[in-house]
């Protein structure tokens, strides 16, 4: 654990750089703005990181104009929290107040940051706004049908693409909080096997295993999901009293964070003795993953490290469909864009900390799925997860 | 704790009752279907369970019909969870598709269901979805444009009113949960002396907190906020490494869960010794909260709630307008509909949680808070925090 890894929250450096990025990318779509409302997307903008965003009450919202520091239009109970990020435009309104809820302060904001980059008054300017795969609008749709008017002539415009190539990359500090994290979370199924025995019911498994990675120094575990059993069906699925006996299987799924930022990796183990079944399922879905790694190389796709996966899982198994994706982009949220299916075809770059997760269909209607972390470097992938060992562990 | 108190999920009974009650709104309103994509609405409807929800990617879609169960389309991944349900008809398509993210099988069965109530096929019927305050919409908006065409001639109105008419009354087994977590955590605040010192810095204080509510049953804590100093001006604040000294005061605010229901109440204490002001500035919170439950009778409205906490307030010092209310609903969310506003004029009726939560200026630019939380019933407020003392408490 290195100094830079403890270090909480970001420089102002790491914030200019982001708008600036974005910046140049509004300016070569020729959108005069960019407006989000959603937690990722204003955390990235100005750093502003609180669980309040759990309240559907309130809106927020940020905007970033076409050169300068972004605007905060934010309900009063925020402000404080604001005022410690780099944001200095900071307005807001008492909220809830549901007859205006910061929809004409957040119109009139829009109005004067596009003023400034209009030659006539009767100009119609482009607001980019996400809304495309991946993204939501988080304010009432009444609100952004009164919003749309009240802009006019203006308009606003699908700015996915640009949030999507800003997150995707991430700086070495990012990185390291994510690596930070996956540490952690590796850690924390290095113990498993002292943490868990036959007998406990899976609800008092979920909960060790929970009180493990806080005690390991995970900040929480927004993201906990598994199950027990001779095989399952369910890979996202809460605990039961069901009670753990010997030759069950055990997943444990956990996007645990640091600092803002998730790992997402599962592992798989066996209490007491398992079936050659389970075993030679666990081993291909762990060479799918190990074919992946090996081509996660920059200038590859998204597509090519699914087709490697795909191959694997084809030559020994059945694929399962059900899940959609061999992986995806991990950040400031447990799953990101890209995805790794067969047409996404994201070109893979140097700063991309991505997902590989490979899973087929074996025994009874079961899925056996494996999952590991890891950063897209000059020559291939880093993995920041510990990677998983090569033959189903066994819990004695 | 009563057995009813650790029972899990609910029965198919309840599930009947919800959708019986909003077949009649929808019945009321002239409304031919319910569209709902957000997650509490989504596990009101159907008792579908997981913190799956976090990963932005696939949208999850339920429609009430006009009779008869709920319908759910989604991604195949959630299938198998979905089965455990009292949902029986269940339509997936394989998630990650950006291409047609679910829209054409939503169109269709959307089509499907209004066919049933109608008289003419170029009839324009009515499909009900929340648009207004404390709604999102957890689509692309790209998605939405695209739904709505495919829908025409029928439209979306607001159906707001009908989903917070619904939450907003409790159901035993529901009251039963919340209940169950408030005793947890008022159990943690009263380990509180005994967990915390002076020489900690706030991030332990935080931690040790978020570990003894998980080992006193909470399921998760998904929201933990707090300060400590000689008086706080964020309220919704992240820990820092400032490290607590005598004469500080602490605040913790948590909305922990149990069977995915929330708690949200805060407590404050102080450090070894504390000033006359901030004595003075607890009590008249706690006096405020004293006289709302003592009002929070059916028949009264939330607006009341506002008015006796308000002149309380007022009497004794600057009531303090950031915050925007004193308080609010609580459930399957940390905060619900309605707001103890000014103008707010919900009626209390049998069975509403709500939290009271006054608030006010004191010092140098600093927050006082007080939370609790009850049930309304027939002859007034029960509550289900245990009752914080009247006195702020020192921790020696």
Known sequence: MTESNTRRGFPVEEFEQRAQKAQDLLRDKGISALLV????????LTGFHTPFWQSPTRPWFVILPISGKPIAIIPSIGETSMRETWVEDIRTWSSPNPVDEGISLLSNTLKEVLKLDSK???????????????????????????????????????ATEIVKSL?????????????????????????????????????????SFRLKLLELGADDVPYLVGATGP???????????????????????????????????????????????????????WKATEAALKVALPGNTTSDLWKVMGSVLEAESERNDSVGRFGHGLGMQVTEWPSNTRNDETVLTEGMVLTVEPNLSWGDGYIMVHEENFVVRSDGAELLSKRASQELEIIN
């Open 231 to 285: 095989g399952f069906s369910d890979i996202i699925k809460q605990p039961s009293d069901r009670i753990i006996e010997p030759g069950d299987l055990v997943m444990f799924d956990t996007g645990s964070t640091y600092d803002g930022y998730f790992s997402d990796f599962d592992r798989n183990m066996a209490f007491h003795f398992t079936t050659d079944e389970a075993k030679s399922a666990y081993e291909i879905v």
């Open 120 to 158: 006539t008054s009767d100009q119609s300017l482009k607001v980019g706004l996400p809304m495309g795969n991946e993204t939501h609008l988080r304010m009432p749709l009444n609100d952004f049908e009164q919003l749309m008017k009240n802009l006019q002539p203006h308009v606003f415009v699908d």
């Open 37 to 44: 409302c959603t937690e990722p997307e204003v955390r990235y």
């Open 167 to 207: 997150r995707c990359i991430k700086s070495e500090r990012e990185i390291s909080k994510i690596s930070k994290i996956c540490g952690i979370v590796s850690e924390g199924f290095a113990s498993l096997p002292n943490l868990l025995n036959i007998g406990m019911t899976e609800r008092e498994a979920f909960h």
